[in-house]
């Protein structure tokens, strides 16, 4: 049987949020934040197996953390990517033998995953490698010159989101190649687009936002009440 | 030195799919457009303040400044069909008596700061153009017209654009005459200057200087107002 397993990144520093713990360990309405999709995949039909990734020093952490699919914690690296590697590599023998098909890759720092959209995405890998979810850019992007000037504005840019979905196989041969050619991608994807790969973009869910700042971290709270209450007849 | 602030807050949003700034959410029971406008109307580097809306919030509007007190003019004035037209309406009823600098702001962003205002002020007596810009924190890419990725956008020195911008007004001025006569359609003002091939110098912007266009950024708001360190 081929499963579906779920990488959850969760070895960001915490530092910006002012946290002496990882990132995903700070609360976020009174759990840590990383607890939020261990509870969403948790609870999907379409994720059979989970593996954390965490900085060693967040292992203690991690392991009081419960989530019935949480199968292993492997241990973070220097950047997102080489978390990534790490993760994929964890689950290289499963991925040799067949037994892991499909890979959804998420970043911990964002707790409010869209199930129905997991189940989209899991659906185009029948079609292409890899499905992520975006959005329009709502922000304005411009491009800095070296002496603090505006160059050129960027039209028509799709912020990308996660969990971003792969047919297992090709993406841990791309990170292999990835980690051949000495290239880092600022994403998923993007490791499996040097490639020369289709990745399909399916739309994403503005819960589904990524806490950077502790701006984000309040707009966490503002959405987790907002997703808690019941829904208002005005919307 | 005198310096006008004029408030694009025609906010009809939704237009060609672009997001909608709604500048009549309610925040604390006020409107965003009356906090938006009680920031500028505290701030001493600030002569006067020219609002632009629409006429269906004209009303609203209207009714939500009477409610409150004003140290500074405030000319209320209709918008055009767009953010562009706006502004240059905004610019154009200035004419009898120019002030040096125009600094643009968002009507949906109340949360602007005697800080941005000044250094956006400074930045434009020194470069003559300024934007409040900040660093981009997310992966962006194209999509092509079936659906996929087309690349991944190279984010080291990409950052976002808010507002306030300041500009000489005889800068912005000429460049939305411009713009009207070579049928230039942009998003900001900042654009149409970089466009006209000027330097429009960035200075920092905040990340609590926030657009409100959905009931969360409202709540939003109301939150940050309620913790003046969270940055």
């Known amino acids: 049987v081929s499963q579906t397993a779920a990488v959850v990144l969760a070895a960001g520093a915490g530092r910006r949020l002012g946290s002496a713990t990882g990132k995903a360990f700070v609360p976020v309405e009174g759990k840590p934040m990383v607890a939020w999709s261990l509870e969403a995949f948790d609870a999907s039909p379409d994720v059979d197996t989970i593996l954390l990734v965490v900085p060693p020093s967040d292992r203690r952490l991690a392991t009081s953390l419960k989530a019935r699919k949480l199968h292993a914690i492997a241990d973070g690296g220097e950047t997102r990517h080489d978390s990534e590697f790490n993760g994929l590599e964890a689950l290289a023998a499963d991925i040799e033998a067949g037994d892991i098909a499909r890979l959804l890759i998420h970043d911990a720092a964002r707790p409010f995953v869209d199930l129905a959209l997991v189940q989209r995405l899991l659906e185009a890998l029948a079609e292409h490698p890899g499905a992520i979810p975006a959005l329009p850019a709502t922000a304005r992007l411009v491009s800095r010159s070296t002496d603090g000037l505006l160059r050129g504005f960027v039209d028509g840019g799709w912020a990308v989101q996660t969990p971003q979905a792969f047919r297992a196989g090709p993406l841990l041969e791309a990170h292999r190649k990835a980690r051949a050619d000495g290239f880092r991608g600022s994403d998923t994807a993007s490791v499996l687009e040097r490639t020369g790969q289709t990745v399909a973009v399916l739309q994403g869910n503005p819960d589904t936002f990524k806490i950077t700042t502790p701006v984000d971290l309040l707009r966490a709270q503002v959405v987790a009440r907002r997703r808690s209450s019941p829904p208002s007849r005005k919307g | ?231």
């Open chain 2, 1 to 231: 030195m005198t310096v006008q602030a004029l408030i694009p807050a025609a906010g009809a949003g939704l237009r060609n799919g672009e997001s909608s700034a709604n500048v009549l959410l309610s925040v604390n029971g006020r409107s965003a457009i009356g906090l938006t406008l009680k920031a500028f109307d505290r701030c001493d580097e600030i002569t006067g303040i020219t609002l632009m809306v629409s006429q269906r919030n004209l009303l609203a509007v209207t009714h939500e400044l009477e409610t409150m007190t004003w140290q500074k003019p405030i000319e209320v004035m209709l918008g055009g069909q767009t953010r562009q037209d706006s502004v240059r309406l905004g610019l154009e009823s200035l004419q009898q008596s120019p002030p040096d600098y125009v600094l643009v702001h968002d009507g949906a962003r109340p949360l602007v700061s005697d800080r941005l205002i000044h250094d956006g002020l400074e930045t434009a007596r020194e470069h003559g153009a300024a934007t409040a810009c900040v660093p981009v924190n997310h992966t962006y890419k194209h999509v092509n017209g079936q659906g996929f990725v087309e690349n991944t956008i190279e984010r080291s020195n990409l950052v976002q654009v808010q507002t306030p911008q300041v500009f000489r007004y005889d800068w912005i001025l000429e460049a939305h005459e411009k713009a009207v006569r070579e049928r230039i359609v942009v998003e900001d003002d900042a654009e149409l200057i970089e466009k006209l091939g000027r330097p429009v110098k960035i200075f920092a912007g905040s990340y609590r200087n926030l657009k409100i266009s959905t009931p969360d950024d409202a709540r939003m708001v109301e939150a940050l107002a309620a913790d003046p360190v969270c940055a």
